[in-house]
């Protein structure tokens, strides 16, 4: 989830954005600024367009900018259909739903439905793939088209135009159709594909077959198709370790290509494509060895990759014919590295913001509830474990410490154990109290951090989630009476902090209970994989884990376990499923 966060982007100088500003960072040599804004809203999910933003909410409301505004605007619902993904492209946005659909809206110079009209305030539904019976489950926007791939495997290009991909201003969006391998055929499509390319680019596309074959397609006098040879019709790319593509992204003149953990492939126009001479075939970025990539965008002549450190590295220019091809590695401040960056693209702009830590959130949302408290000062109530973790002392030290302070000094403390909130004006205070504790630095004493450290301590964990054991031989669990079940010790304050199936249980059985069953009849090592998250906020998989299996059980945890988390699970689940599954 992205909730009142910090959104920074690398601009020109000329650019537009629809938040308020500050410049944040000024590059040396003068070819990008890092510009930074306040994103005040809650979002499942944020795409970037030109100069304006769309998002959606948990609450299934979208919103957008319009183009050079700050003020938000709050769109018509196109349907009760739970909203699945946004996407934008140059000046048109597309809105994905879960069972599919497919709705379009944007700037009438740059796109149009056959037959209807589009604007900001009014979506419209492509119902050719309602028609079909087709499910929508990625999309790629560049500059000018779209390009559908759907459950059937099967790609779709939505977009009209003299050659291929490419749509003219003044023509209309025609109905996405399947390529029959007529040379004048004005869409494009391929079968059996599994991988899209993302990205702004103007006129091609890159797609992967589940036979592990990449194909790259468009009209394009670029060099960003990966081969020496142009083509309307699809080109075959060879020489790639294909099974290990994690992603492919495409600029304007340039497309990238993340293999495996640190093999970054480019090709395109000389700046653009990191290299100071033009490479129209697929070449290694060898600045890249040995730095592990979480992730890879790219804006129409510039790229962002984003390290496993947390490291930033930046490289292209704002215009055409650029020849600035040496990598920036931009240095964040020590504060983000605990913090989950995403990035993000627009048309000529590079985003990156960081996704906050719920945690937080269902700390502040617990210690407000007042439920399921274990211990009591001076009529404060809180959670013993919670309090023991964050003071790094016994409860009978805490106690003891507290009982002697004000009541507002103590609202104080608590009010950091669970919300890491000090006030300017009782800073001095508290921090007089917590160096009682040992703790004289706030910066590293984060609740994240003091979880990761109590999900360690074995001696402390208070309760026990029981799994039910499969029968071996047949894969079924076994008749209730014969249930035999496994234990997952955890600590019960931060079970029932994060996970409202978990609070929901509690409030309908024995509250002195020192365990529960769990019912979601999913593996132990899932439910484990799970439990860790609760503490650290990541999905981690160990050498024994089956990944397919993996995503499967916990494609519907967020849901399941009533988790205030949907955005970074998603995002960890999906990334596993381009790390390990290649999907």
Same mark, same amino acid.
């Given at each position: 989830? +992205?909730?009142n966060?910090?959104?920074f982007?690398?601009?020109?100088?000329?650019?537009?954005?629809p938040f308020q500003?500050?410049k944040?960072?000024?590059n040396?040599?003068k070819k990008f600024?890092?510009?930074?804004?306040?994103?005040?809203?809650?979002?499942?999910q944020?795409?970037?367009?030109?100069?304006e933003?769309?998002?959606?909410?948990?609450?299934?409301?979208? *919103?957008?900018t319009?183009?050079?505004?700050?003020?938000?605007?709050?769109?018509?619902?196109?349907?009760?259909?739970?909203?699945?993904?946004?996407?934008?492209?140059f000046?048109?946005?597309?809105?994905?739903?879960?069972?599919g659909? &497919?709705?379009l809206?944007?700037?009438?110079?740059?796109?149009?439905?056959?037959?209807q009209?589009?604007?900001?305030?009014?979506?419209?539904?492509?119902?050719?793939?309602?028609? /079909?019976? @087709?499910?929508?489950?990625d999309v790629q926007?560049?500059?000018?088209?779209l390009?559908?791939?759907?459950?059937?495997?099967?790609?779709?290009g !939505?977009?009209?135009?003299?050659?291929?991909? &490419? &749509?003219?201003?003044?023509?209309?969006?025609?109905?996405?159709?399947?390529?029959? =391998?007529?040379?004048k055929? @004005?869409?494009?499509?391929?079968?059996?594909?599994r991988?899209?390319?993302? $990205?702004?680019a103007t006129?091609c596309v890159?797609?992967?077959?589940?036979?592990?074959?990449?194909?790259? %397609?468009?009209?394009?006098?670029?060099?960003?198709? $990966?081969?020496?040879v142009?083509?309307n019709?699809?080109?075959?790319?060879?020489?790639?370790d294909?099974?290990?593509?994690?992603l492919i992204?495409?600029?304007y003149?340039?497309?990238?290509?993340?293999i495996?953990?640190?093999?970054?492939?480019?090709?395109?126009?000389?700046?653009?494509c990191g290299?100071?001479?033009?490479?129209?075939?697929?070449?290694?970025?060898?600045?890249?060895n040995?730095?592990? #990539?979480?992730?890879v965008?790219?804006?129409?002549?510039?790229?962002l990759v984003?390290?496993?450190?947390?490291?930033?590295?930046?490289w !292209?220019?704002w215009? %055409?014919? $650029?020849?600035?091809?040496?990598?920036?590695?931009?240095?964040?401040?020590?504060?983000?590295?605990e913090?989950?960056?995403? @990035?993000?693209s $627009?048309?000529h702009?590079?985003?990156?913001?960081?996704?906050?830590?719920?945690?937080?959130?269902?700390?502040?949302q617990?210690?407000?509830?007042?439920?399921?408290?274990?211990?009591?000062?001076n !009529?404060f /109530?809180a959670h013993k474990? +919670?309090l023991?973790?964050r003071?790094?002392? /016994?409860?009978?030290?805490?106690?003891?410490? @507290?009982?002697k302070?004000? /009541?507002?000094?103590?609202?104080?403390?608590?009010?950091w154990c *669970?919300k890491?909130?000090?006030?300017?004006?009782?800073?001095?205070?508290?921090?007089?109290?917590?160096?009682?504790f040992?703790?004289?630095?706030?910066?590293?004493?984060?609740? #994240?951090?003091?979880l990761?450290l109590?999900?360690?301590?074995?001696d402390?964990k208070n309760?026990s989630?029981?799994?039910?054991?499969?029968?071996d031989?047949? !894969?079924?669990?076994?008749?209730d009476?014969e249930?035999e079940y496994?234990?997952?010790?955890?600590?019960?304050?931060i079970?029932l902090?994060r996970?409202?199936?978990?609070?929901?249980?509690?409030?309908?059985?024995?509250?002195?209970s020192?365990?529960?069953k769990?019912?979601?009849?999913?593996t132990?090592e899932?439910?484990? +994989?799970? +439990?860790?998250?609760? *503490?650290? =906020?990541k999905i981690e998989?160990?050498?024994?884990?089956?990944?397919?299996? #993996?995503?499967?059980?916990?494609?519907?945890?967020?849901?399941?376990?009533?988790?205030?988390?949907?955005?970074?699970?998603s995002?960890?689940?999906?990334?596993?499923?381009? #790390?390990?599954?290649?999907?």
């Open positions: 989830m +992205i909730y966060t910090e959104l982007y690398i601009k020109q100088s000329t650019s537009n954005f500003q500050e944040l960072f000024e040396e040599n600024d890092i510009v930074k804004s306040k994103f005040e809203h809650k979002a499942e944020i795409a970037f367009g030109e100069n933003a769309i998002w959606f909410t948990k609450e299934n409301k979208f *919103y957008s319009k183009p050079n505004q700050a003020e938000c605007v709050l769109f018509e619902n196109p349907n009760s259909d739970p909203i699945k993904m946004v996407c934008s492209g000046k048109h946005h597309l809105i994905v739903t879960s069972s659909r &497919v709705f809206f944007g700037n009438l110079s740059h796109t149009q439905i056959r037959g009209k589009t604007s900001w305030a009014t979506p419209e539904e492509i119902l050719f793939f309602k028609k /079909k019976n @087709l499910q929508v489950v926007l560049g500059e000018w088209f390009i559908f791939l759907c459950s059937n495997s099967e790609m779709y !939505g977009v009209g135009g003299v050659e291929g991909l &490419v &749509v003219a201003q003044n023509k209309q969006l025609l109905d996405p159709k399947r390529y029959t =391998n007529e040379k055929e @004005l869409h494009i499509v391929a079968e059996n594909v991988m899209i390319s993302k $990205g702004c006129r890159f797609y992967l077959t589940n036979d592990n074959r990449l194909f790259s %397609s468009g009209d394009t006098p670029k060099k960003s198709l $990966g081969s020496k142009t083509s019709e699809p080109i075959e790319i060879k020489g790639l294909n099974s290990k593509i994690r992204t495409t600029g003149q340039h497309t990238l290509i993340l495996g953990d640190s093999e970054l492939y480019s090709c395109g126009e000389k700046g653009s290299f100071m001479e033009d490479t129209p075939e697929f070449k290694k970025l060898d600045y890249f040995n730095i592990y #990539i979480k992730d965008v790219t804006a129409i002549y510039c790229s984003l390290s496993n450190d947390n490291s930033l590295y930046y !292209g220019d215009v %055409s014919g $650029g020849n600035n091809h040496n990598i920036t590695k931009i240095k964040l401040d020590q504060t983000f590295l913090k989950n960056i995403v @990035l993000a $627009g048309s702009t590079l985003y990156f913001y960081t996704v906050a830590e719920t945690i937080n959130e269902d700390f502040k617990f210690y407000k509830a007042k439920e399921f408290t274990d211990i009591e000062i !009529g /109530k474990t +919670i023991e973790c003071l790094n002392s /016994k409860i009978t030290k805490i106690v003891n410490i @507290l009982e302070e004000s /009541k507002e000094n103590i609202s104080g403390i608590l009010n *669970y890491s909130e000090v006030t300017i004006t009782k800073r001095e205070e508290i921090m007089k109290i917590l160096q009682n040992g703790i004289t630095d706030l910066s590293k004493k984060t609740i #994240i951090n003091d990761k109590l999900y360690k301590d074995e402390s309760f989630i029981l799994v039910a054991i499969d029968d031989e047949d !894969g079924e669990y076994i008749d009476e249930e496994e234990e997952i010790p955890v600590h019960k304050s079970l902090a996970s409202g199936l978990f609070r929901e249980m509690f409030r309908n059985t024995n509250q002195e020192n365990s529960v769990d019912f979601s009849k999913k132990i899932s439910i484990e +994989i799970l +439990i860790k998250y609760l *503490y650290t =906020n998989l160990t050498a024994d884990d089956d990944p397919e299996l #993996i995503v499967e059980e916990l494609s519907d945890a967020v849901e399941y376990y009533q988790l205030n988390e949907s955005g970074n699970f995002l960890q689940l999906e990334q596993i499923k381009r #790390i390990f599954l290649k999907k």
